[in-house]
């Protein structure tokens, strides 16, 4: 089982990034896939969930803002981030079970 993770970058205050993370090797359809984040000298903190049928589940400092989504035929799960904050800034990381994908930085600055 592989998690890539994608998306992550610099941008302002008040913007917007669109995260990916591809799995392979297990059939993606049965999946629960959460997003965490880890920022620099912080334990790593949930960020989101999406249930194989779909359900949604947000922390509640991302609710409101963030977007998870998946597509089962890309075999993909989303993190649509919008009005970005500076404390949104960490290391983001997709999971499944046990498994982890590894970090895309996410920088926000004021």
């Known amino acids: 089982v592989q998690l890539q993770a994608s998306g992550g970058g610099l941008v302002q205050a008040g913007g917007s990034l669109r995260l990916s993370c591809a799995v392979s090797?297990?059939?993606?359809?049965?999946?629960?896939m959460r997003w965490y984040r880890q920022a620099p000298g912080q334990q790593r903190e949930f960020v989101a969930s999406?249930?194989?049928?779909?359900?949604?589940n947000y922390a509640d400092s991302v609710k409101g803002r963030f977007t998870i989504s998946r597509d089962n035929l890309k075999k993909t799960v989303f993190l649509q981030m919008n009005s970005l904050k500076p404390e949104d800034t960490a290391d983001y990381y997709c999971?499944?079970?046990?498994?982890w994908g590894q970090g895309t930085l996410v920088t926000v600055s004021s």
């Open positions: 999971n499944t079970a046990d498994r």
């Open positions: 090797g297990i059939n993606f359809r049965v999946l629960n």
């Open positions: 999406i249930t194989n049928s779909h359900i949604t």
